[in-house]
């Protein structure tokens, strides 16, 4: 909005002309996304505390986590109005790409909106049946991915995978980018929402991978580098990087308000919406595949359930004390700022190897 209102005049005002650099307009994202947060969280705060929109603990969980209950949660509604209200502020708003990340993440955002919000009526840790969250999280997967084939000449986002390490590695799939980009979508999504168990966890993580995709949007965006590095060129996705931008933005600001002891919680309506929106700037940027990489700590948390479920229903046996593996490293004695910390650390290390694959090859 901004750039569409104060570049115009660029030519009376030569200042005005910032506004034409992606760099500069996802640093007033960063910063926009910030202050709403900062500003808004404490009045949310109580407004979900006033409603009694509090969190319940499954039964299963951490002993250590009874004392949680009752904190409030569906804070991942701060987090989307903070994202979208800075990405409309500070991005090209003619840019269709922009406009399907933001579909996306608000449609899964609803599922998990619907899911947090049966939990709250029930007073009970379950929600949606996982049938019907597969159900509707795939169907939002299949639709993005069709929208993608068909976007208006020129932004249309090739039905191709790009393997990192590898020069000029791209594979069209045809018709399977649906169901590959579905999968992608609800895998992201909920590898994201397993990760989202601890105070601070899942959202200092997805800070990291926005910062590193946004880097990877700007790079696939600007032809020059983009045949310098020898990845896809993708018109348009450069403006992504503002999306990304501000999402770092929220989850600073988010995080002020979930790091441990936590105030809030982001709740499904959180991490569904994050980890699908950031499936899809994976897919738009062309990097998939890096994806498991820049993700690789949400890609764990995902693997040990599968793991401990599989495990015990093969052999009656679980390969961790509790799944998520979090939970394992609690129930052995570590303290949660310490496997926060130590995730993060983590997090961050995975992401720096992703962001290996634009030279490596």
């Known amino acids: 909005m901004l750039y569409h209102l104060l570049f115009p005049l660029s030519e009376q005002f030569a200042a005005l002309n910032v506004f034409r650099y992606i760099t500069f307009r996802s640093a007033g994202a960063i910063v926009t996304a910030v202050a709403l947060s900062l500003v808004l969280g404490p009045w949310f705060i109580r407004r979900l505390q006033s409603w009694s929109i ?58 998990g909106f619907a899911d947090d919000w049966l939990k709250i009526r029930r007073r009970h840790n379950r929600g949606l049946s996982a049938a019907t969250k597969l159900l509707l999280q795939t169907l939002v997967g299949a639709g993005a991915a069709v929208i993608m084939l068909r976007l208006p000449e020129g932004f249309e986002v090739a039905s191709t995978i790009a393997l990192p390490f590898f020069k000029n590695a791209v594979f069209n799939i045809g018709w399977l980018f649906v169901p590959f980009v579905a999968l992608l979508l609800v895998g992201s999504s909920n590898a994201v929402n397993l990760t989202d168990g601890l105070d601070g966890l899942a959202i200092g993580a997805v800070l990291i991978a926005a910062a590193t995709y946004g880097i990877f949007a700007y790079v696939a965006g600007n032809a020059v580098v983009a045949a310098y590095l020898q990845v896809p060129f993708v018109r348009g996705v450069g403006e992504v990087a503002v999306f990304c931008s501000a999402l770092v933005g929220a989850s600073v600001g988010f995080l002020w308000f979930n790091a441990h002891p936590a105030e809030v919680f982001m709740g499904d309506v959180g991490s569904l919406a994050l980890g699908g929106a950031i499936g899809t700037v994976a897919v738009l940027a062309k990097q998939e595949i890096v994806l ?70």
Do not use: C, N, Y
């Open 54 to 111: 509090g969190q319940s603990i499954r039964e299963e969980g951490p002993e250590r986590h009874r004392a949680k209950a009752g904190t409030p949660t569906m804070g991942g509604l701060l987090i989307l109005f903070s994202v979208l209200l800075s990405t409309l502020l500070w991005a090209k708003l003619a840019d269709p790409l922009i406009w399907l990340v933001a579909g996306v993440m608000v449609s899964f955002g609803l599922i």
């Open 292 to 361: 498991a990489l820049v993700g690789g700590l949400f890609v764990i948390e995902a693997l040990s359930v599968i793991v401990q479920v599989t495990s015990f229903k093969l052999t009656g046996k679980r390969v961790f004390r509790m799944a998520p593996i979090h939970h394992h490293f609690e129930l052995g004695g570590w303290s949660e700022p310490k496997i926060i910390v130590r995730f993060w650390i983590l997090a961050f290390l995975f992401a720096l190897i992703g962001l290996s694959t634009l030279k490596l090859r």
